[in-house]
Nanobody
Framework: QVQLAESGGGLVQPGGSLRLSCAAS????????MGWFRQAPGKEREFVAA????????VYADSVRGRFTISRENAKNTGHLQMNNLKPEDTAVYYC?????????????????????WGQGTQVTVSS
């Protein structure tokens, strides 16, 4: 069974940058779709970005497109989320997740439904 561990969160001022990492252990994740989600206090978990298993298709939420970049290093079993020009509304716990069964289409990757492995989350706080 694959396990995920996020790191890289912290406190940053508006306009700053952070790079989150998601390390997978137990099994290689090269064949899995990978996504990032976030959850702010009192709100539902929302989609941020996803990398399709094929490695060709990447999808972003409208709220982060142009500011965030998702990537993966298959040789290191690690995924990343580079976050630039951070805003206070980006404050949330960020989670990475994998789809270990199937190859969902892009629209489905924007929902939590296909993801069956989740990390514990890392807090990102954007504040002056």
């Amino acid at each position: 069974q694959v396990q995920l561990a996020e790191s890289g969160g912290g406190l940053v001022q508006p306009g700053g940058s952070l790079r989150l990492s998601c390390a997978a252990s137990g099994r290689t994740f090269i064949n899995y779709s990978m996504g990032w989600f976030r959850q702010a206090p009192g709100k539902e978990r929302e989609f941020v970005a996803a990398f399709a298993r094929s490695g060709i298709r990447i999808v972003y939420a409208d709220s982060v497109r142009g500011r965030f970049t998702i990537s993966r290093e298959n040789a290191k079993n690690t995924g990343h989320l580079q976050m630039n020009n951070l805003k206070p509304e980006d404050t949330a716990v960020y989670y990475c997740a994998l789809v270990t069964a199937g190859n969902p289409i892009a629209s489905t990757l924007r929902t939590t439904a296909p993801y069956d492995v989740w990390g514990q989350g890392t807090q990102v706080t954007v504040s002056s």
